[in-house]
């Protein structure tokens, strides 16, 4: 059961979440501690053309320049981050798809009264099923499957297994 | 000062000057001027007064935009009421697509149930709402209603990467006069309507998706804040009525021992 069950229950999974998994981008739990460094200010660089003032010119020129170069990689930087969360967000949103499509075939098969691999999740029990209790547990059955309602995230599925 | 010295200083000086209107543009950039201060400051206000609540109920409503299998946009809805209790204590009651179904934590474990399918599931959680929280979105999958604002000290993590803070305006929003602010951060746009008056309670909170090809919101609005709910802490554990059957969670990943 292991493998079929694990990619099918994650694919369907990752559509369930798909909500959960970018609310906490939207309010960056997952970014937990890591503060956003925001560029340096600007200094005021207000110098006068005399020359006593060359020195501290000169001073606050190295620190202008120094300055440009952390805010330019701040920018990369920044950059770098959306197009990373871009990429990241855009595959979620290809695998809760994928989920959406895994789900609706395990529900066709379901209602087609095809023998599943046991840990197929489906939203709906196929129609004609019937409960049977087996070793004091409410089971439906039908279609050669036996379901069991479980809950996946707040939703109330049904999985298929094999009673003990 | 030699000939060479000064020299050195005037062309020190010129390279300064010539840098100015770099380091200020790029400076601009980064430090990002559109952050409005009294937006921030509105929102602060809002967390600090939620922070102080040592009790609260409130009504909600989601609407959670999502992609349909044929790529079209779709809503789905959700309502409910949600009872806190600082710091362990937190009850959803809730209606809408799931049908009724209720919520329960009560500082060991959550619980969920539906009544007209008589049956629940149980699962034991971190010892405080906000690792609760986090522990039923990503251990157990289930999403509880706005939870960005019904953490305490939630405003850092608000503002964390923000690059656009604006003031939209004011609306009305079930009655209640609402300061409009918006805030940008890379992947997600948020807008938060914070009440107007003595009570800064959040009116409605949407959160949208930027990084993606459709641009998905999550919207709540909330109403009927309650600052002195009657609780007692018998309503926030579930006991199963007769003939009300226990099923399980399927995990989305395996509970860590110290729960996060």
Known sequence: MRANTRIAATLVLVGAVSAAAWLPEAHALRGRGAAFAVGAAAGSASSSAAEQQAAAAQQQAATAQQQAAAAQQQAAIEKEKAVAAQQQAAVEREKAIAAQQQAAQAQQAAAAGKPLPAGTVVAQLPPGCVPTPVGGKNYQYCGGNFYEPVYEGSALKYVTTTPK | ?260
């Open chain 2, 1 to 260: 000062m030699s000939t060479w010295n000064r020299w050195i200083a005037t062309t020190w000086f010129t390279a300064a000057v010539l840098a100015l209107p770099v380091v200020v543009c790029t400076d601009a950039r980064a430090q990002s001027p559109a952050v409005d201060p009294a937006a921030v400051q509105r929102l602060k206000q809002m967390f600090e007064f939620m922070d102080g609540l040592q009790q609260f109920s409130v009504q909600t409503r989601n609407v959670v935009e999502d992609l349909h299998v044929s790529g079209h946009r779709i809503d789905r809805d959700m309502s409910a009421t949600v009872t806190v209790k600082r710091p362990n204590k937190l009850r959803a009651v809730r209606g809408g697509g799931l049908g009724e179904q209720q919520f329960f934590y009560d500082g060991k474990t959550l619980m969920l149930y539906n009544p007209r399918e008589k049956v629940y599931a149980t699962e034991a959680a971190p010892p405080t709402v906000e690792k609760m929280i986090d522990f039923a979105r990503e251990t157990v999958g289930v999403v509880l209603p706005a939870a960005d604002l019904l953490y305490r000290n939630a405003f850092p993590l608000m503002m964390q990467d923000v690059k656009l803070a604006a003031v939209v305006g004011r609306s009305m929003i079930g009655g209640v006069k609402c300061d409009h602010l918006l805030f940008s951060r890379p992947g997600a746009d948020f807008q938060v309507w914070v009440a107007e008056g003595k009570q800064p309670f959040p009116c409605k909170y949407v959160v949208t998706e930027t990084g993606t090809p459709a641009p998905l919101s999550i919207a709540t609005v909330f109403s009927d804040w309650n600052t002195r709910p009657a609780v007692n802490d018998a309503q926030f554990t579930f006991v199963p009525p007769k003939g009300t059957e226990k099923i399980r969670f399927l995990l989305v990943e395996p509970p860590r021992p110290t729960g996060r």
